[in-house]
Nanobody
Framework: QVHVVESGGGLVQAGGSLRLSCATS????????MAWFRQAPGREREFVGV????????AYADSVKGRFTISRDNVRNIVYLQMNSLKPDDTAVYYC??????????????????WGQGTQVTVSS
């Protein structure tokens, strides 16, 4: 059983940056694909990106590509989501998720086994 806890959310102005953290325990981070999702009010949970093996093979949704970066520290068991050039449309609750099978890129929330409680990110215009 992997426990996942997000932190780092808050209020930021458009154009600003924020870094979210995802602390994991109960498992070896290096054996899991770690993804970020987000959910805005009235909308479905949306894939943001995933880091399966290393920072070099991370994959991202088109809406955040070039602005967001997922990195992992397998020693400290922490995954980060660096968000730059934030827009009001990025406002959502952000969730970290873990999946044991890393063989392919998976973007469906239902395919991830372990979830955190989420952290709110609000981008003001």
């Amino acid at each position: 059983q992997v426990h996942v806890v997000e932190s780092g959310g808050g209020l930021v102005q458009a154009g600003g940056s924020l870094r979210l953290s995802c602390a994991t325990s109960g498992g070896t981070l290096g054996t899991y694909a770690m993804a970020w999702f987000r959910q805005a009010p009235g909308r479905e949970r949306e894939f943001v990106g995933v880091n399966r093996w290393s920072d070099y093979d991370a994959a991202y949704a088109d809406s955040v590509k070039g602005r967001f970066t997922i990195s992992r520290d397998n020693v400290r068991n922490i995954v980060y989501l660096q968000m730059n050039s934030l827009k009001p449309d990025d406002t959502a609750v952000y969730y970290c998720a873990a999946r044991g099978d890393r063989r392919r890129i998976v973007t469906m929330a239902s395919d991830y086994e372990y979830w955190g409680q989420g952290t709110q990110v609000t981008v003001s215009s």
